[in-house]
Protein backbone atom coordinates (compact mmCIF):
# COMPACT_ATOMS: atom_id res chain seq x y z
CA UNK A 1 0.00 0.00 0.00
CA UNK A 2 1.02 3.25 -1.00
CA UNK A 3 -1.42 5.51 0.83
CA UNK A 4 -2.94 8.86 -0.68
CA UNK A 5 -0.87 11.55 -1.99
CA UNK A 6 -1.68 14.99 -2.85
CA UNK A 7 0.50 17.42 -4.82
CA UNK A 8 1.18 20.10 -4.76
CA UNK A 9 0.83 20.63 -0.56
CA UNK A 10 0.34 24.60 -0.95
CA UNK A 11 -0.71 26.74 -3.41
CA UNK A 12 -1.46 30.54 -3.30
CA UNK A 13 -3.25 31.66 -6.63
CA UNK A 14 -4.98 34.97 -8.03
CA UNK A 15 -8.50 35.50 -8.03
CA UNK A 16 -9.80 34.40 -11.69
CA UNK A 17 -7.00 32.27 -11.97
CA UNK A 18 -7.30 28.49 -12.99
CA UNK A 19 -5.82 25.53 -10.78
CA UNK A 20 -5.62 22.29 -10.48
CA UNK A 21 -4.67 19.72 -7.90
CA UNK A 22 -3.70 16.48 -8.42
CA UNK A 23 -4.06 12.95 -6.53
CA UNK A 24 -2.20 9.66 -6.96
CA UNK A 25 -4.80 6.91 -5.13
CA UNK A 26 -4.06 3.83 -2.96
CA UNK A 27 -3.20 0.94 -5.10
CA UNK A 28 -6.23 -0.68 -6.63
CA UNK A 29 -8.58 2.14 -5.15
CA UNK A 30 -11.00 2.56 -7.78
CA UNK A 31 -13.08 5.21 -6.51
CA UNK A 32 -11.85 8.55 -5.65
CA UNK A 33 -13.56 11.02 -3.84
CA UNK A 34 -12.41 15.00 -3.52
CA UNK A 35 -13.63 17.33 -0.42
CA UNK A 36 -12.95 21.16 0.38
CA UNK A 37 -12.79 21.74 3.93
CA UNK A 38 -12.36 24.97 5.06
CA UNK A 39 -10.96 25.89 8.30
CA UNK A 40 -12.96 24.75 11.44
CA UNK A 41 -15.28 22.92 9.35
CA UNK A 42 -15.79 19.65 8.25
CA UNK A 43 -14.97 18.18 4.84
CA UNK A 44 -17.78 19.03 2.16
CA UNK A 45 -18.11 16.59 -0.73
CA UNK A 46 -17.23 18.25 -4.04
CA UNK A 47 -17.42 15.06 -6.72
CA UNK A 48 -17.12 11.59 -6.58
CA UNK A 49 -15.38 9.30 -10.02
CA UNK A 50 -15.76 5.05 -10.21
CA UNK A 51 -13.64 4.20 -13.16
CA UNK A 52 -12.79 7.42 -14.52
CA UNK A 53 -17.06 8.35 -14.21
CA UNK A 54 -18.45 10.75 -12.35
CA UNK A 55 -20.88 8.82 -10.30
CA UNK A 56 -21.87 11.61 -7.84
CA UNK A 57 -21.41 15.48 -7.21
CA UNK A 58 -21.76 17.67 -3.99
CA UNK A 59 -23.12 21.17 -4.29
CA UNK A 60 -20.49 22.75 -6.04
CA UNK A 61 -20.74 25.15 -9.61
CA UNK A 62 -19.52 23.57 -12.59
CA UNK A 63 -16.32 25.50 -12.30
CA UNK A 64 -15.36 22.75 -9.93
CA UNK A 65 -14.34 19.38 -12.73
CA UNK A 66 -12.41 16.55 -12.26
CA UNK A 67 -10.91 13.75 -14.08
CA UNK A 68 -9.85 10.29 -13.07
CA UNK A 69 -7.43 8.65 -14.98
CA UNK A 70 -6.81 4.43 -15.93
CA UNK A 71 -3.75 4.42 -13.36
CA UNK A 72 -6.05 5.70 -10.44
CA UNK A 73 -4.60 9.18 -10.61
CA UNK A 74 -7.01 11.91 -10.74
CA UNK A 75 -6.94 16.20 -10.65
CA UNK A 76 -9.55 18.35 -8.96
CA UNK A 77 -9.67 21.78 -11.52
CA UNK A 78 -11.24 24.67 -10.37
CA UNK A 79 -11.87 27.92 -13.08
CA UNK A 80 -12.58 31.65 -12.30
CA UNK A 81 -10.95 31.29 -8.67
CA UNK A 82 -12.70 33.16 -5.66
CA UNK A 83 -11.26 33.95 -2.72
CA UNK A 84 -13.86 31.99 -0.44
CA UNK A 85 -12.39 29.04 -2.25
CA UNK A 86 -9.37 29.34 -0.12
CA UNK A 87 -9.31 26.01 1.49
CA UNK A 88 -8.05 22.50 2.03
CA UNK A 89 -8.96 20.03 -0.27
CA UNK A 90 -8.86 16.70 0.47
CA UNK A 91 -8.83 13.12 -1.97
CA UNK A 92 -9.54 10.16 -0.19
CA UNK A 93 -9.66 7.01 -2.60
CA UNK A 94 -11.77 3.44 -1.70
CA UNK A 95 -12.05 0.12 -3.12
CA UNK A 96 -15.60 0.01 -4.48
CA UNK A 97 -18.39 1.21 -2.14
CA UNK A 98 -15.83 2.74 0.19
CA UNK A 99 -17.70 1.35 3.74
CA UNK A 100 -14.44 0.41 5.17
CA UNK A 101 -13.44 3.70 4.93
CA UNK A 102 -11.83 6.30 2.55
CA UNK A 103 -7.77 6.64 2.82
CA UNK A 104 -7.33 10.32 2.33
CA UNK A 105 -4.51 12.67 1.82
CA UNK A 106 -2.84 15.08 3.47
CA UNK A 107 -4.49 17.72 1.60
CA UNK A 108 -3.68 20.79 -0.39
CA UNK A 109 -3.53 24.25 1.16
CA UNK A 110 -4.92 26.54 -1.33
CA UNK A 111 -4.90 30.11 -1.22
CA UNK A 112 -6.46 32.77 -3.15
CA UNK A 113 -5.63 35.95 -2.64
CA UNK B 1 -31.32 18.61 3.16
CA UNK B 2 -28.39 16.75 4.62
CA UNK B 3 -27.14 17.77 7.77
CA UNK B 4 -25.17 15.66 11.07
CA UNK B 5 -24.97 17.93 14.40
CA UNK B 6 -22.28 17.14 16.26
CA UNK B 7 -20.29 19.01 20.18
CA UNK B 8 -18.06 21.57 18.49
CA UNK B 9 -15.95 20.88 21.54
CA UNK B 10 -14.93 18.42 24.30
CA UNK B 11 -12.39 18.47 26.77
CA UNK B 12 -11.31 15.20 29.18
CA UNK B 13 -8.37 13.98 31.36
CA UNK B 14 -6.01 11.26 30.51
CA UNK B 15 -7.29 8.20 31.24
CA UNK B 16 -10.74 8.94 31.52
CA UNK B 17 -13.65 7.82 28.79
CA UNK B 18 -15.59 10.60 26.31
CA UNK B 19 -18.36 10.18 24.42
CA UNK B 20 -19.24 12.23 21.14
CA UNK B 21 -22.80 12.20 20.27
CA UNK B 22 -23.61 12.68 16.69
CA UNK B 23 -27.32 12.92 15.05
CA UNK B 24 -28.24 13.09 11.34
CA UNK B 25 -30.53 13.99 8.77
CA UNK B 26 -30.18 12.83 5.36
CA UNK B 27 -31.09 11.19 2.61
CA UNK B 28 -30.27 7.50 1.32
CA UNK B 29 -28.25 6.65 4.55
CA UNK B 30 -26.39 3.92 4.70
CA UNK B 31 -24.40 3.87 7.58
CA UNK B 32 -22.35 6.53 10.14
CA UNK B 33 -18.21 6.62 9.99
CA UNK B 34 -16.11 8.62 12.19
CA UNK B 35 -12.61 10.32 10.87
CA UNK B 36 -10.07 12.04 13.48
CA UNK B 37 -7.94 14.80 12.44
CA UNK B 38 -4.87 15.82 13.63
CA UNK B 39 -4.01 19.79 12.86
CA UNK B 40 -5.99 19.67 9.64
CA UNK B 41 -3.66 16.89 8.44
CA UNK B 42 -5.43 13.51 6.87
CA UNK B 43 -8.42 12.23 8.45
CA UNK B 44 -8.30 9.26 9.54
CA UNK B 45 -11.07 5.93 9.23
CA UNK B 46 -11.81 4.74 12.54
CA UNK B 47 -15.20 2.38 12.21
CA UNK B 48 -18.38 1.94 10.59
CA UNK B 49 -21.69 1.12 11.28
CA UNK B 50 -23.83 -0.04 8.90
CA UNK B 51 -26.35 -2.03 11.61
CA UNK B 52 -27.65 -0.37 14.65
CA UNK B 53 -25.55 -1.73 17.44
CA UNK B 54 -21.92 -1.09 18.80
CA UNK B 55 -18.93 -1.83 17.10
CA UNK B 56 -15.63 -2.02 18.88
CA UNK B 57 -12.02 -1.45 17.99
CA UNK B 58 -9.65 -1.35 20.54
CA UNK B 59 -9.91 1.55 23.20
CA UNK B 60 -12.67 2.88 20.49
CA UNK B 61 -16.28 2.17 19.99
CA UNK B 62 -19.10 3.41 18.11
CA UNK B 63 -22.61 2.82 18.29
CA UNK B 64 -25.65 3.53 15.19
CA UNK B 65 -29.12 3.93 16.33
CA UNK B 66 -31.32 4.33 13.05
CA UNK B 67 -34.66 5.06 14.71
CA UNK B 68 -33.24 7.75 16.79
CA UNK B 69 -30.99 8.95 13.86
CA UNK B 70 -28.10 9.05 16.13
CA UNK B 71 -24.87 7.86 17.09
CA UNK B 72 -21.88 8.31 19.25
CA UNK B 73 -17.68 7.57 19.16
CA UNK B 74 -16.96 6.34 22.70
CA UNK B 75 -12.58 6.75 23.54
CA UNK B 76 -12.29 5.10 26.65
CA UNK B 77 -8.31 5.12 28.41
CA UNK B 78 -8.00 8.67 26.79
CA UNK B 79 -4.37 9.40 26.21
CA UNK B 80 -2.76 12.61 25.17
CA UNK B 81 -2.39 11.59 21.55
CA UNK B 82 -6.16 11.72 21.29
CA UNK B 83 -6.40 15.03 20.91
CA UNK B 84 -7.61 15.89 17.66
CA UNK B 85 -10.84 16.59 15.71
CA UNK B 86 -13.61 14.04 15.46
CA UNK B 87 -16.46 13.63 12.67
CA UNK B 88 -18.88 11.76 11.89
CA UNK B 89 -19.64 11.15 8.64
CA UNK B 90 -23.01 9.98 6.95
CA UNK B 91 -22.22 7.35 3.88
CA UNK B 92 -24.53 7.87 1.58
CA UNK B 93 -26.24 6.14 -1.65
CA UNK B 94 -23.43 6.04 -4.33
CA UNK B 95 -20.90 5.86 -1.13
CA UNK B 96 -20.25 9.65 -0.50
CA UNK B 97 -19.66 10.86 3.06
CA UNK B 98 -21.59 13.81 4.45
CA UNK B 99 -19.38 14.64 7.17
CA UNK B 100 -20.61 16.57 10.53
CA UNK B 101 -19.10 20.19 11.81
CA UNK B 102 -16.49 18.04 13.68
CA UNK B 103 -15.67 18.05 17.40
CA UNK B 104 -12.40 19.20 19.03
CA UNK B 105 -11.34 16.79 21.60
CA UNK B 106 -8.67 17.87 24.27
CA UNK B 107 -7.15 15.87 26.46
CA UNK B 108 -5.42 17.07 29.27
CA UNK B 109 -2.82 15.63 31.85
Known amino acids: ETGVTQSPTHLIKTRGQQVTLRCSSQSGHNTVSWYQQALGQGPQFIFQ???????GRGNFPPRFSGLQFPNYSSELNVNALELDDSALYLC????????????FGSGTRLTVV | GQSLEQPSEVTAVEGAIVQINCTYQ??????LSWYQQHDGGAPTFLSYNGLDGLEETGRFSSFLSRSDSYGYLLLQELQMKDSASYFCAAYNQGGKLIFGQGTELSVKP
Open chain 1, 92 to 103: ASSLNTGADGYT
Open chain 2, 26 to 31: TSGFYG
Open chain 1, 49 to 55: YYREEEN
